[in-house]
């Protein structure tokens, strides 16, 4: 009776825990629709989305439904979409380059979306010509994803030698590219006037008010890239257990290591050309799920899609309060939280291993 306890355990034990994160986002995406300069009762949050959908025939006072609809959903959705992004693709990379410190941020695709935004900001009248105001909103996040789609393609074409992909090297030069692009963010930064400098510095610490419509192609690519992502659990597991023996198992290891890196660099990308620089989701949240799930990326990799959505819709709800009226930049509520509980991780790690 024990073995058979002890046999099923790490079957089900990962499948309660994405249950529990799933209950976990529903309870954060209510408390965070109900928190801000206009609070609003959590049972007025649950009673309004049940008339939306059809399950209650009355709804909630006028007001306190337009704050939902047009000010608080739109921002909920983007942060699930673009947590759950920046969770998956942290689980990737720490997979693919088997480096527990690993970020989608590591490999230059955040800064070089940052540039493209920032180059835009700045300088998109001359670039653009006659044609800037015709683009509209939709310049800053499509530069920001042709800044990441750009920045693949450089680190994928550098980093393949006789045919193959090395994961050291392209860290490396992940490395190079991040440096280039973070100059080329400051030479902006210095030519910017009063108004783009604001305009710039806020987008930099990341938020998720969003540009409407503008959005919309971006939260699509990240959507279409999670669900692939998560296809992944399985090639990776053997991919961990080495190059050489995922081969002998059947594992395409060349075409795993550029899909899963051109895909994880388009979901990063998309994500900043919808809210600017995020750090820290992708890094601890994957940290986070290990705790509880194990190594087995089957149940990691959508695990850590949850987690990120679960913290980014929870950091979000501490932007909108902690400086009323005013709202923090969502970037730096993740990282005066996620910094210190990143060290805390690693000091727990190195004491574990002094043991």
């Known amino acids: 009776m024990v073995t058979s306890f002890h046999n099923h355990v790490p079957i089900r034990g990962p499948v309660v825990v994405l249950i529990l994160l799933m209950f976990g986002l529903i309870a954060a995406a209510i408390v965070s629709l109900g928190t801000g300069g206009a609070a609003i009762a959590w049972g007025d949050v649950v009673g309004h989305i049940a008339h939306r959908i059809g399950f209650a025939s009355t709804g ?28 998956l693709a942290g689980a990737v990379m720490q997979s693919l380059f088997r480096n527990p410190i690993a970020d989608p941020g590591i490999i230059g695709v955040s800064a070089s979306a940052a540039l493209g935004a920032v180059a835009m900001i700045v300088a ?9 105001p015709v683009v509209g909103p939709y310049g800053v996040p499509v530069a920001a994803f042709g800044g990441a789609v750009l920045a693949t393609g450089i680190i994928r074409i550098l980093s393949r030698q006789d ?41 930099q610490m990341g938020a ?6 503008a959005d919309t192609p971006a939260l699509v690519v990240m959507t279409v890239g999670v669900l692939y992502l998560l296809r992944l659990g399985t090639p990776l597991n053997l991919f961990l257990l080495g190059e050489a023996e995922a081969r002998h198992l059947g594992v395409e290891v060349e075409h795993l290591k550029r899909r899963a890196t051109v895909v994880t ?58 400086v009323l009226p005013a709202e923090l ?21 190195k004491k574990r291993r002094r043991l």
């Open 163 to 203: 045919g193959q992909t090395d994961a050291a090297i392209m860290l490396l030069i992940g490395v190079a590219i991040n440096a280039i692009a973070f100059a080329g963010v400051g030479v902006f930064t210095y030519m910017a006037d009063d108004a783009q400098l604001r305009s710039l510095t806020f987008w």
């Open 124 to 132: 998109g009248h001359i670039i653009l010509g006659s044609h800037y």
């Open 60 to 87: 909630i006072d006028a007001f306190d439904a337009r704050v939902l609809d047009t000010l608080r959903l739109p921002r909920i959705l983007r942060a699930i979409v673009i947590g759950s992004g920046l969770g």
């Open 329 to 349: 930049p969502i970037g730096l509520v993740t990282g005066i939280v996620g910094g210190p509980f990143f060290l805390g991780l690693l000091m727990r790690e």
């Open 208 to 213: 998720l008010s969003g540009n409407g419509p």
């Open 265 to 322: 660099a388009l979901v990063v990308g998309a994500a900043v050309a919808v809210s600017g620089i995020i750090g820290f989701v992708g890094l601890v949240a994957p940290h986070l799920v290990r705790l509880v799930t194990g190594p087995d990326n089957r149940y990691v990799l959508p695990a850590s899609a949850i987690c990120g959505a679960i913290i980014l819709t929870c950091a979000d709800a501490v932007a909108r309060i902690i």
